[in-house]
């Protein structure tokens, strides 16, 4: 995932302010053919020479100039690139640039050059997300054959990752590649431990075979490795409580095929403890990992029980839960379905392993790999177009809640904000309400404001966009392009339908009444909740705000534009709640906001001088709503919510 986020990342980042140049650019970008592609893009530049799209033109040209290898080209591009930006907001530019020369193993020299300027420019900023300049620094140096200099920046880059498989890899990779192979190995065996990259065990055997070329002897040390491996990982605690630990134990043992009566115990465990507290990402975890171990036992009946009753919700990038399906499917001589997941898990992220896969079962089939091509194409289509379907109330008297972090510069909220979009569709604001806050994630939104951070930060400010948080319980990261909401949307509404039957403890109603500047909300609350330190917070939301950033996402809905008494909430006291919004005075925050963004900690030093595209400091006045919720503050448990419509 983080190689897919980069790439987001680097096309959604370079700009954030469309002018009318935005028709122009889009014309040159659209062109397939790469040499007049480049000479459009060319054009473009030369005529909106102070155009925010010219960046984003001037990385497509290197990058057009790089795949026609015509490396000398690709680098000058590549420096109007950089140079666009002033120089206090060329970290993300030379860390982008440099990720891209070296993906491409072209231009080296400069990758590494520009990635310590980045690594160099972090430090000096004391940028707290290093990492990820170094993890780029690191490969630079091992793509140059520096292999201690790539070993030592990579160990400095995996602190705070150690449980990253990625950054794990390329640890791995560099241990080896400077003499100390058994290391390496030892690493490799955490990197199938805490993810099912198909790479990480092509390396783990490489080098296994490598130190012990004796069968017997190769035998033992798996063993050996492996035990160990396990035996540390479940003592250290990392891997969560008991049945979570034991359960991503079970499917190291499958993919290393060792001691699998114990890895069916484990994953059989884990599923039977699957609760009501069991978070939905959990329990398709558990049905996931059993069905590994089952497919590893060759049990493939028992495996895809398992595996379908979490199909509608995995993740379209889970190369494990797709290839093992496929897999399964083709041994039953079921190719059409067999093809079908390939499919699936090629829609959102060309993983080559599936791909592999899918072209080797196309060759069976006597199709073409243009026949892949079109199926993928179709999948994307159809996930895009989604019908949500009817709402059949199963409700208990409670209205959920919704709640989106999200960026209109965030290339992977796409999926997500259209996700929730459908939950407005399907769900009404009886049973459900949303809340999306905005960030400056990956880069500067105006719909940001001191409030959606502090949310951000109210709910540990540790995790990026898009992340979906239901019921205050329900953490759900991860998005992708549009044709990846019909995804999303399954996980939530199914992650939902834990709390639709739940009798609140307390009921809210109320009614807001615009009078002048003010909005006066007045909240009945019958009930009592069970802890006293428990509080109602109080949102004003636009119910819709048309603004286009860079994901294209063109109109953002219930955006949340001021949060009463903080976004901590405040104390009940009395079972009827008076309070007011002063229209004016939340105006003028949002314009002192966007007027200079660079005092607030939601800006980052990397973003230069603010610069937007359209302001959102005006609100409508006639589409706004209230939207009210009592929350656990220790748990973060949503004890009720309630929508209100403002008269």
Request: proline share 4%.
């Amino acid at each position: 995932m983080k190689n897919l986020m980069i790439l987001f990342f680097i096309l959604t980042s370079i700009a954030y302010t469309q002018n009318k140049d935005v028709d122009a650019y889009k014309n040159a970008s659209g062109i397939k053919e790469p040499i007049l592609k480049i000479d459009a893009l060319k054009k473009f530049t030369s005529e909106f020479q102070k155009s925010n799209y010219s960046p984003r033109a001037f990385f497509e040209i290197a990058n057009n100039y790089l795949d026609l290898n015509k490396t000398d080209s690709a680098l000058i591009f590549a420096e109007k690139y950089v140079d666009f930006y002033p120089a206090d907001g060329r970290l993300n530019p030379y860390n982008n640039m440099a990720y891209t020369l070296i993906s491409k193993k072209k231009g080296l020299d400069t990758a590494l050059a520009y990635s310590q300027r980045a690594v160099q420019f972090a430090r000096s900023k004391k940028i707290p997300n290093i990492s990820m300049y170094l993890d780029t620094y690191a490969a630079a140096e091992y793509a140059l054959g520096k292999y201690k200099e790539a070993l030592d920046a990579q160990t400095e880059a995996i602190k705070g990752h150690e449980d990253d498989p990625e950054y794990l890899l390329s640890l791995a990779i560099y241990q080896d590649a400077a003499g100390d192979t058994k290391e390496a190995l030892n690493t490799a065996a955490n990197v199938l431990l805490k993810g099912d990259d198909q790479t990480g065990m092509d390396k783990f055997t490489e080098w296994l075979q490598k130190i012990a070329p004796d069968g017997n002897a190769r035998v033992h040390m798996k063993k050996e490795i492996s035990e160990r491996t396990v035996n540390d990982f479940l003592l250290s605690g990392k891997g969560g409580d008991k049945y979570k630990s034991r359960s991503t134990a079970a499917v190291f043992y499958s993919a290393m095929m060792l001691d699998l009566d114990t890895a069916e115990t484990w994953a059989k465990e884990s599923v039977n403890s699957i609760n009501d507290s069991t978070t939905i990402e959990d329990q398709i975890q558990f049905h996931k990992n059993l069905a590994l171990v089952y497919a590893a036992e060759e049990k493939t009946m028992t495996a895809l029980k398992e595996l379908d009753k979490v199909e509608n919700y995995v993740d379209p990038w889970d190369a494990g839960f797709w290839l093992t399906l496929g897999n399964i499917y083709e041994k039953q001589k079921e190719n059409k379905k067999a093809l079908d997941a390939y499919v699936s898990g090629l829609y959102a992220f060309e993983n080559p392993t599936i791909k592999s896969a899918a072209i080797t079962l196309l060759n069976k089939m006597n199709l073409k790999e243009e026949d892949l091509k079109k199926m993928i194409e179709k999948k994307q289509k159809e996930a895009t177009t989604f019908k949500t379907g009817k709402y059949h109330s199963k409700s208990g008297g409670k209205v959920l809640l919704a709640e989106l972090f999200t960026g209109a510069e965030c290339g992977p909220c796409q999926g997500a904000d259209v996700a929730y979009d459908g939950l407005a569709e399907f769900f009404p604001r009886n049973s459900l309400a949303i809340l999306e806050y905005h960030l400056n994630i990956p880069g500067p939104d105006p719909m940001t404001n001191p409030d959606t951070y502090n949310r951000y930060k109210y709910y540990g400010g540790n995790f990026g966009t898009p992340t979906a948080i239901l019921e205050g319980k329900e953490i759900i990261t991860g998005g992708g392009p549009k044709y990846l909401a019909a995804n999303r949307f399954n996980l939530y509404k199914y992650a939902l339908s834990k709390y639709e039957k739940q009798k609140p403890e307390i009921i809210i109603s109320g009614k807001a009444v615009k009078k002048g500047n003010d909005i006066n909300v007045l909240l009945n609350l019958k009930g009592k909740t069970k802890n006293p330190r428990d509080v109602i917070h109080i949102a004003l939301v636009e119910k819709s705000i048309n603004y286009t950033g860079s994901n294209s996402i063109d109109k953002h809905r219930f955006v949340v534009r001021n949060l009463l008494d903080s976004e901590s909430g405040t104390q009940i006291n009395s079972n009827k709640i008076s309070k007011s919004f002063d229209l004016n005075n939340i105006e003028e925050g949002l314009k002192s906001y966007l007027d200079d963004p660079t005092r607030q900690p939601s800006w980052r030093p990397s973003f230069g001088p603010p610069s937007w595209k359209a302001r959102t400091d005006k609100l409508n006045r006639d589409n706004l709503a209230i939207v009210a919720w009592i929350q656990n503050p220790e748990s973060r448990e949503i004890i009720n919510s309630v929508f209100v419509d403002i008269k």
